[in-house]
């Protein structure tokens, strides 16, 4: 039987935030993403971390979204690459910021070209702070020479991205055969590479990375909307910057996610945005905080 993330277990899990806290005390939190064609989301990422009370969300993009990425929020530190999206030429600037971060999303809006993985690969391999893999990212691992990495790392793929990192395919007209499938891979992958998996869907499948697994049932169909995982990648890290480790910020942040989705369905039926999801984070967030 798998346990069922719920309230009560969210209220434990989320980071406590001091009184007497200053700027910065409760998180910096870096984002590297973004190429030619997608600019959009580094920026739903940065609003789901910021909407979540990371203090501080610094965004490193390629200088083709340079201009239109700052123009967009006054509340994001935005910082350029050259190139129109991710090479290693960029990585000893990522990784002299990053040191200064308390956690690190890599991937929103990536793209999935050889020399952005390349890129990706050597920021994992010179960092140590916690680190969220999204999007094309998380294939980066599988450059990787050797596990576990210093770092925690939480990956975040919907069930195609995950097959295509496990380079497996799934059973898809069996419902129950396709569940013991995921969850054979999910403990197995997590396990052998020491990684948290949230793994998205209709239910939610949240791992450690000793392959201890929960299932999250919060949430609904409005939220296969575009641009929803970037938010929710954002909410995982902003956590792990506030000091949420990382099995439990994926907990935390899934569950509570749906809840948003929950609550917008409420007033706008299926008709809301990934920007909407992001903003209405802080009402729902607010009853699980102290």
């Not at 935030?17 to 959009?40: A, T």
């Not at 891979?185 to 998205?200: A, M, N």
């Not at 949420?244 to 910020?249: E, M, V």
């Amino acid at each position: 039987m798998i346990p069922t993330i719920n309230t009560a277990l969210v209220k434990k899990l989320m980071p406590h935030r001091e009184k007497d806290s200053h700027k910065g005390g409760n998180g910096k939190l870096l984002i590297v993403g973004g190429s030619l064609e997608y600019y959009g989301a580094p920026v739903l990422s940065a609003l789901g971390a910021l909407y979540s009370g990371v203090d501080l969300v610094y965004l490193y993009v390629p200088e083709c979204n340079f201009d239109v990425t700052r123009s967009l929020f006054p509340d994001f530190i935005v910082r350029k690459f050259s190139g129109e999206y991710l090479t290693k030429s960029a990585v000893p600037g990522i990784v002299e910021l990053a040191r200064e971060c308390d956690a690190l999303l890599i991937g929103p809006g990536l793209g999935e070209h050889e020399e952005s993985l390349d890129a990706v690969r050597e920021m994992l391999l010179n960092l140590k702070i916690p680190a969220v893999l999204d999007a094309s990212a998380m294939y980066a691992l599988k450059k990787i020479p050797s596990f576990p990495l210093p770092q925690p790392i939480v990956v975040t793929p919907h069930l195609n991205e995950f097959q295509k990192l496990v380079d497996r395919e799934f059973p898809m007209r069996d419902p129950e055969a396709l569940r013991q499938k995921k969850m054979l891979y999910l403990q197995t992958i997590s396990k052998e590479l020491k990684i948290h998996i949230v793994l998205k869907g209709m239910e939610d499948f949240v791992t450690s990375d000793m392959g201890e697994t929960f299932l999250n049932t919060t949430g609904n169909s409005g939220m296969t909307v575009g641009g929803s995982g970037d938010v929710l990648s954002g909410f995982i890290a902003s956590l792990m910057a506030q000091g949420s480790d990382a099995f439990a910020a994926a907990r935390a942040a899934t569950h509570t996610f749906g809840l948003v989705g929950e609550k917008l369905y409420k007033v706008k039926g299926y008709g809301y945005t990934a920007t909407d999801l992001a903003k209405a984070i802080p009402e729902v967030m607010k009853g699980f905080r102290s």
